[in-house]
């Protein structure tokens, strides 16, 4: 299971830390992935992590303002924004990546019920 | 980025209907495509992936085919339960990208 917090209202320009807690599973044998959902988007791939998290990667549309971690130790995920925008506004879902069970990476098996963000002054 | 377009964006069938969504990728993405269900207030979950694999507990009535850039998710005999709105997601190549939604609703 996966279990997204740390969202909230936010001003245009500020930070937000998401975390995610992940129990149920080996958290470090999985890849790891940020999701948003948004009705002016739609679903929107944000950030992932290698198991090791030496490898990330990120969308244009964050790169360089959002930045993907984890903490296997703790069997948690982390998505840490900052210069948030109003479009940055969403619903953030933590979810794995399809390599372990599916064995297709990039596609998004286990999903948290997600943590929303608001960014309004 | 690879752009990924269903249609239709919405449809109503009865119950037992055979229902197809269609999915088309802006470039052949192989058959790394996958589809996706939500219901209201709830997180997606994977339906089909790898084209035509069916995850582990979805009912047998969900099909996928395709491959390049032509895919299709069918419902074999449409339930009340499949009220939903269904994604496709490509994951050729990165930034994985879905599609816009498709709403099923019953008559």
């Known amino acids: 299971y996966l279990v997204e917090s740390g969202g909230g209202l936010v001003q245009p320009g500020g930070s937000l830390r998401l975390s995610c807690a992940a129990s149920?599973?080996?958290?470090?044998?999985?890849?790891m992935n940020w999701v948003r959902q948004s009705p002016e988007k739609g679903l929107e791939w944000l950030a992932y992590i290698s198991t090791g998290g030496t490898t990330t990667y990120y969308a244009d549309s964050v790169k360089g303002r959002f930045s993907i971690s984890r903490d296997n130790a703790q069997n948690s995920l982390y998505l840490q924004m900052s210069g948030l925008r109003a479009e940055d506004t969403a619903l953030y879902y933590c979810?794995?990546?399809?390599?372990?069970?599916?064995?297709?990476?990039?596609?998004?098996?286990?999903w948290g019920q997600g943590t929303m963000v608001t960014v309004s002054s | 980025d690879i752009q990924m377009t269903q249609s239709p964006s919405s449809l109503s069938a009865a119950v037992g209907d055979r229902v197809t969504i269609t999915c088309r990728a802006s470039q052949s993405i192989s058959s790394y495509l996958n589809w996706y269900q939500q219901k209201p207030g709830k997180a997606p979950k994977v339906l089909i992936y790898?084209?035509?694999s069916l995850k582990s507990g979805v009912p047998s009535r969900f099909s996928g085919s395709g491959s390049g850039t032509d895919f299709t998710l069918s419902i074999s005999s449409l339930q009340p339960e499949d009220s939903a709105i269904y994604y496709c997601?490509?994951?050729?190549?990165?930034?994985?990208?879905f599609g816009q939604g498709t709403k099923v609703d019953i008559k």
């Open positions: 790898a084209s035509s």
């Open positions: 979810v794995t990546d399809g390599e372990v069970v599916l064995a297709t990476p990039g596609a998004f098996d286990i």
């Open positions: 149920g599973f080996s958290f470090s044998n999985y890849e």
């Open positions: 997601q490509q994951s050729y190549s990165v930034p994985w990208t």
